[in-house]
Structures are given as structure tokens and as C-alpha cells.
């Protein structure tokens, strides 16, 4: 092949993985058969599907596409079938007339497979461990069923297949009658209990936490924004909100709402802040900022005029902070698919050489790397174990704390079995009788800091106990995990360090990092081609 047609391969390659990185998003569990999309397109919710019959299912007796066996099926409720007891699928032979378990509900679980979103089930242990896995594809009309039947390939794993409005994001989300209740000039409280909303780590003290921003529909204006603090432009003062207007030479700046007349308020699902002005401005501009939950990025809009009311102007605000619970402090909220603890965790206090947040929440994205707004990253993916085996295995309590007879095993990023800790991050195991259990899953990873002056630490959940590890940054090219143990105040709750130059904080990011070095390359490329013309 010709260089030329070498180059324009590379170059036509650079734009189709630009795309697939831009365009990546996940659906994060928020109950048993919902989950909502991290690109802030809205929830999927399966319940309008359900029956809440438990002897008759939604989907029942199905003929298979791909055996010779009859299939039924239930989101979100358990049903009873025959042997079938409490389960989500069911199988049935009929030349044996014969029921087999293929999941129970409260195994349910949303997982990303590529383009493909699907509802996982599991039923049984050992041999006799059944797997079902459930396509969601959004599509409009009548809802419809496969049931394509047992793997050919892989002993004891189903495939189904559910097409429905309900698996489009938005589609049959339930209207939720929660408000959130104010409780200060940036922060409210849930009434289903859910959580805070808290903006405090978004806001800035030292200026706008965004600046200058462009409207859509506007050329000339330039719209800034800070919850939380008041901060001063031009002759805009001790503002929330204010816009830049460059009109024949002259610059002004106009105030769209104070923060001490901030208020939030519900309309439907969708949460808001406005922005008053003082009744001695003469202008009366006003702000309506809606707060969108994202769990893996922030970034603020300005859809500038509001048309349907006069002197409002509208913003959107994307943040893990407008999750319910995400940024309360301290953070008291694991992820929404495992269970709290009965009373708050406590981060364990910094030392000197611990790493630092650089002024807001470290920004999750994968499994173990998160991204301050500064662009300043901790990234432990050079730490990732994939062999199987834990990087830190069968570790007692480190000094000067006393033996507790167990031996604990942590793996930062991938996940690792051991006895009866399956695909977790972290495991117990009895030092004499060498039972183990598991102290959080891989998948149920947060980075959490409890405040400004506090380290960063992940927090791994599981069932009804969690794990906290605080990170802590070192010159020394080793890694070293301190096993601190049980916490005494916090009952079903484990505490570690781990000690690695890998826990310091890098400059720039390193999603922008990768992310330049790959438009340089296609930038390179696209001038070799150019000059070859």
C-alpha cells in the first residue's frame, strides 16, 4: 500500500476514534430496574413493564428464537413459576417439564457491553450458577420480547432481548413528587430522602467558577456564573450571575441576580436555582439556572434570553454536585446501588504528604482516576493488576495495631476473586478458618473528599459493608497498602492507606493528556496529506 493510502487510513482512524471518545456514555443503576445516563439524557425506567403479579409475569411462556425451550421474564418485581422461586427468568423444559432459575431481582444489575446496554441477572452458585443477560433497545411503538435463549457458546448464560420506549432515557420515567427544600444560599435537601444537593465545591471564591461564557443565539454577550459566592466584574457587583455586552467599542457589564436572593424551586423531575435582583436596580434582571445530575463531568451552559419571560436569562449547570448526595460534607453517600451504612463515614484525617484536593470534589471518571477542575488528576491505572491476583494480597493490620485474625487483600482498578470474594476490590479473609468475605466490589468505586482540607480518598461498597481508602502521595518508587482495619465508630466499616507516587496529583489532565497526543497525531497526518496533493 502506498504511503498516501497509509497516511489518509490513519487519518480517516484519528476521526472515527474521535467520535467514539466524544460520544461515550453509561446508564448508572438508581434502583433495581432503573438507571439514569451520565450524558444527563434523562432516567430508563422498566416499572411501567413490570407485573406486579407474583405468579404471572409479564412476559410469560415465550418460545425461544434459538432452543427448544419456553422462557418468562419480569422487570423489576419477582415472580414464582413452577420450581421458580422470587426469581426474574425463568426457564422451562418441556420435554422434562422441568423450571430452572435463570436470575433473581435483587441480582439485577445495568452493564455497558460496547453500543449495547443490558440488564444482568444471576441465579445459583458453582455449577450450578445460570446468567441472564437482557439487550435494552429504545425504540418507539409496542413493547416486545425475545427470547433468543441459551448461549451456544457459553454453558449457563442466556440471552434476551427487551425493545420498548421504556429503554429510552426518559421514556417511562415516573414524574417524581420530591422537592428539594432549601437550607442555604446553594444547597437543599431532598424530601424522598435521597440526599443534598450542595453547589459549595462548584462555587469559587477567588472570581466566577465560570467565565465568559457564549450563547448559542448571541455573538456579543458573554454570560459568568458562580453559585454560592458573590463575585464582582466591571460594573457588575457582588452578582450570582452577570453579562458582558461589547456593543459599538463600549463594554458593559449588567447583574443577573445576587446570591442572597437565590432560591430553588421544582418543576416536575427538573431542578432549579433562581436569581433575584434588589428591587433598587432598575433593571431587574433575573437568572433561572437548571441543575443537571452528571455524575462524570461539569460544565455550564448559557442559553442566554429567556423568550417566554422578559429580563430572565437561562443556564444550565451539569455537575456530579446536582446529584442528591454526591458533594454533601462530609461525603456520607456510596453509590446508589449498594447500601449505606447505618451512620456516617468518617475519611480518615490528613497528613502532611497526603494528597490534596486543589479547591473542588475530584471528578470520577473509570474505575480509579478523577479529575479536580483544574485540570489536576490522580490516575492509579499504572497500579492495575489484571492477572487475577490482588497487587496487595493477604495483608494483616499494620503496626502498632494489634493481629485481628484476618488478612485483608485490595486491588486498585481491576477486579480479583479469591475463595468466596468474587470480582471485588477489596476481601477479608479469616487468617485460621480462611473464610472471606468481601469488603467492596470493583464497580461500586467513588472518589470522595470530605472537605478542602482533607485527602482524597475511594470508597468501595458491598452489600452492607464499605471500605475506605485514603491516598496518600510518596516520593519513594514503592506501593505500599496500611492496613488500619475495622473502624471502631463505624460499625461494618474498613480503613486503608495506600501509599504510592501514583496517589500525587498531576498537572493537566490526564484524559486531556491522551486526548492531545492523539489530535496531534491526526493534526500530523492531516498535513502529510495535504502535502503530498
Known amino acids: 500500500?502506498?504511503?498516501?493510502?497509509?497516511?489518509?487510513?490513519?487519518?480517516?482512524?484519528?476521526?472515527?476514534?474521535?467520535?467514539?471518545?466524544?460520544?461515550?456514555?453509561?446508564?448508572?443503576?438508581?434502583?433495581?430496574?432503573?438507571?439514569?445516563?451520565?450524558?444527563?439524557?434523562?432516567?430508563?425506567?422498566?416499572?411501567?413493564?413490570?407485573?406486579?403479579?407474583?405468579?404471572?409475569?409479564?412476559?410469560?411462556?415465550?418460545?425461544?428464537?434459538?432452543?427448544?425451550?419456553?422462557?418468562?421474564?419480569?422487570?423489576?418485581?419477582?415472580?414464582?413459576?413452577?420450581?421458580?422461586?422470587?426469581?426474574?427468568?425463568?426457564?422451562?423444559?418441556?420435554?422434562?417439564?422441568?423450571?430452572?432459575?435463570?436470575?433473581?431481582?435483587?441480582?439485577?444489575?445495568?452493564?455497558?457491553?460496547?453500543?449495547?446496554?443490558?440488564?444482568?441477572?444471576?441465579?445459583?452458585?458453582?455449577?450450578?450458577?445460570?446468567?441472564?443477560?437482557?439487550?435494552?433497545?429504545?425504540?418507539?411503538?409496542?413493547?416486545?420480547?425475545?427470547?433468543?435463549?441459551?448461549?451456544?457458546?457459553?454453558?449457563?448464560?442466556?440471552?434476551?432481548?427487551?425493545?420498548?420506549?421504556?429503554?429510552?432515557?426518559?421514556?417511562?420515567?415516573?414524574?417524581?413528587?420530591?422537592?428539594?427544600?432549601?437550607?442555604?444560599?446553594?444547597?437543599?435537601?431532598?424530601?424522598?430522602?435521597?440526599?443534598?444537593?450542595?453547589?459549595?465545591?462548584?462555587?469559587?471564591?477567588?472570581?466566577?467558577?465560570?467565565?465568559?461564557?457564549?450563547?448559542?443565539?448571541?455573538?456579543?454577550?458573554?454570560?459568568?456564573?458562580?453559585?454560592?459566592?458573590?463575585?464582582?466584574?466591571?460594573?457588575?457587583?457582588?452578582?450570582?450571575?452577570?453579562?458582558?455586552?461589547?456593543?459599538?467599542?463600549?463594554?458593559?457589564?449588567?447583574?443577573?441576580?445576587?446570591?442572597?436572593?437565590?432560591?430553588?424551586?421544582?418543576?416536575?423531575?427538573?431542578?432549579?436555582?433562581?436569581?433575584?435582583t434588589d428591587r433598587n436596580d432598575s433593571k431587574g434582571l433575573t437568572s433561572l439556572v437548571q441543575l443537571v445530575c452528571d455524575r462524570h463531568r461539569e460544565s455550564f451552559e448559557a442559553q442566554g434570553p429567556n423568550p417566554q419571560e422578559k429580563g430572565q436569562y437561562l443556564f444550565t449547570l451539569r455537575s456530579p454536585c446536582a446529584c442528591p448526595g454526591m458533594c454533601e460534607t462530609p461525603v456520607t453517600t456510596p453509590p446508589a446501588h449498594t447500601t449505606a451504612p447505618p451512620t456516617p463515614v468518617t475519611v480518615p484525617h490528613p497528613s502532611p504528604n497526603t494528597t490534596q484536593p486543589a479547591h473542588a470534589a475530584c471528578v470520577q471518571y473509570g474505575t480509579c482516576a478523577c479529575m479536580f477542575k483544574n485540570g489536576s488528576y490522580i490516575d492509579l491505572t499504572s497500579l492495575e493488576q489484571t492477572s487475577g491476583e490482588p497487587l496487595f494480597k493477604d495483608h494483616p493490620l499494620s503496626s502498632p495495631r494489634r493481629d485481628d485474625g484476618f488478612y485483608y487483600s485490595f486491588n486498585p482498578c481491576a477486579p480479583f476473586t479469591e475463595g468466596k470474594c468474587e470480582d471485588v476490590a477489596v476481601c477479608k479473609k479469616n487468617s485460621l478458618a480462611g473464610s472471606e468475605v468481601s469488603l467492596g466490589k470493583q464497580d461500586s468505586s467513588t472518589f470522595a473528599t470530605a472537605n478542602e482540607n482533607s485527602p482524597v480518598a475511594i470508597m468501595y461498597a458491598s452489600e452492607n459493608r464499605m471500605s475506605i481508602v485514603s491516598l496518600r502521595c510518596t516520593e519513594e518508587k514503592r506501593n505500599r497498602l496500611i492496613v488500619l482495619g475495622a473502624d471502631p465508630k463505624v460499625p461494618n466499616t474498613y480503613e486503608f492507606i495506600l501509599e504510592s507516587p501514583q496517589c500525587c496529583l498531576h498537572k493537566g489532565g490526564a484524559t486531556a493528556v491522551r486526548g492531545s497526543l492523539m489530535w496531534i497525531v491526526c493534526a500530523l497526518t492531516f498535513l502529510l496529506v495535504n502535502g503530498w496533493r
Do not use: W
Not at 428464537?65 to 422470587?86: A, L, M
Not at 445459583?124 to 446468567?131: A, D, I, L, T
Not at 477567588?206 to 458573590?230: L, T
Open 1 to 276: 500500500m502506498a504511503l498516501y493510502e497509509i497516511t489518509l487510513l490513519l487519518l480517516v482512524s484519528c476521526v472515527l476514534l474521535g467520535t467514539n471518545v466524544a460520544s461515550a456514555s453509561t446508564c448508572e443503576q438508581s434502583g433495581p430496574c432503573t438507571c439514569r445516563m451520565s450524558d444527563g439524557a434523562g432516567e430508563i425506567d422498566l416499572s411501567a413493564l413490570a407485573s406486579s403479579d407474583s405468579v404471572l409475569p409479564a412476559f410469560q411462556n415465550v418460545n425461544s428464537t434459538g432452543d427448544d425451550y419456553v422462557y418468562s421474564y419480569n422487570p423489576c418485581q419477582p415472580f414464582t413459576q413452577g420450581t421458580c422461586k422470587d426469581v426474574s427468568a425463568c426457564q422451562f423444559v418441556p420435554k422434562l417439564k422441568t423450571y430452572f432459575p435463570l436470575g433473581t431481582q435483587d441480582s439485577a444489575k445495568f452493564i455497558q457491553e460496547g453500543q449495547d446496554l443490558t440488564l444482568r441477572y444471576i441465579a445459583g452458585q458453582g455449577s450450578s450458577k445460570r446468567e441472564t443477560k437482557v439487550k435494552l433497545v429504545c425504540g418507539a411503538g409496542e413493547t416486545t420480547f425475545t427470547a433468543e435463549g441459551q448461549d451456544p457458546n457459553v454453558i449457563n448464560l442466556y440471552h434476551f432481548t427487551l425493545k420498548s420506549p421504556c429503554a429510552c432515557p426518559g421514556g417511562c420515567s415516573k414524574p417524581s413528587n420530591a422537592t428539594c427544600r432549601q437550607v442555604g444560599p446553594c444547597s437543599c435537601n431532598m424530601t424522598d430522602g435521597s440526599g443534598t444537593v450542595d453547589l459549595h465545591r462548584v462555587g469559587r471564591k477567588d472570581g466566577p467558577a465560570f467565565r465568559d461564557i457564549m450563547s448559542p443565539s448571541e455573538v456579543a454577550d458573554r454570560y459568568s456564573y458562580n453559585p454560592c459566592y458573590p463575585f464582582s466584574l466591571g460594573s457588575c457587583r457582588d452578582a450570582a450571575a452577570c453579562v458582558s455586552t461589547q456593543t459599538h467599542g463600549v463594554h458593559m457589564e449588567n447583574s443577573l441576580g445576587s446570591q442572597d436572593k437565590a432560591a430553588f424551586f421544582n418543576t416536575g423531575s427538573n431542578l432549579y436555582i433562581v436569581y433575584g
